[in-house]
């Protein structure tokens, strides 16, 4: 058994859960050269190729070529390809999943910092039966899945924008795409949210325990 979380800051949480909608990012809010403590920025954010070099030289104005290959034997580089223009929204949630005993894996700090409130949907087949109407009726092309998480020293040929750096496997992340320019805001009404949801403060998550009756 799953659920998925949202996690947040009170005013954006609070205000999807009233209001009933998921917010939906552009990818560039995420894709940054810097990382941070949360894990919002990732560099490799919608690389579409991840390609492993194996011969690498250069040449210097002298015309002299060092061949950085084969300075040394732990040599690893890589060729990533990403578009300029990213024409999709992006909506991510944590999957918490509860074993055969009702045990789940505490969730980890960085997926914490990201805010002080969690919107918890417990019902998941309502709640993707609700957003695929919503999107449909908004006429909108989306795919959603758990994020596929890669070893870019590995990993070598195409990646979609399902893939994500195994450096953020903690995140357990299910996304959520829509097509987009790509540089619009997005909310998606989800009528019903409140019926199959309830907001948490974060500090209590871990806390959270399943009953069987």
């Known amino acids: 058994m799953d659920f998925l979380l949202k996690v947040g800051q009170k005013k954006y949480i609070d ?9 939906f990012n552009s990818f560039s809010s995420f894709r940054t050269k810097e990382t941070d403590a949360c894990g919002r ?73 990201l805010g002080d409130k969690i919107i918890v949907i417990y019902n998941l087949e309502e709640f993707f039966d609700i957003l695929d109407n919503s999107l449909e009726k908004q006429k909108l092309e989306f795919s959603r899945k758990p994020i596929t998480y890669y070893n870019y020293k590995v990993h070598d040929g195409d990646l979609t924008f399902h893939h994500k750096d195994d450096s953020y496997r903690y995140q357990n992340e299910y996304r959520i795409l829509i097509q987009t320019s790509g540089t619009e805001k997005v ?27």
């Open 15 to 23: 205000d999807m859960y009233e209001k009933e909608y998921l917010f």
């Open 41 to 113: 920025n990732d560099p490799r954010e919608a690389n579409i190729k991840n390609k492993q070099i194996t011969y690498l030289e250069i040449t210097l104005p002298n015309a002299k070529t060092i061949k950085l290959s084969e300075i040394s034997k732990q040599f690893n580089a890589q060729y990533n390809e990403f578009p300029t223009i990213i024409p999709h929204n992006i909506c991510s949630l944590y999957t918490l999943h509860f074993g055969d005993n009702l045990s789940y894996q505490k969730i980890d700090d960085r997926v914490l910092c």
């Open 187 to 213: 909310k998606v009404c989800l009528p019903g949210l409140k019926k199959i949801s309830v907001v948490v403060d974060t500090i209590k998550i871990n806390t959270l325990e399943l009953k069987m009756v």
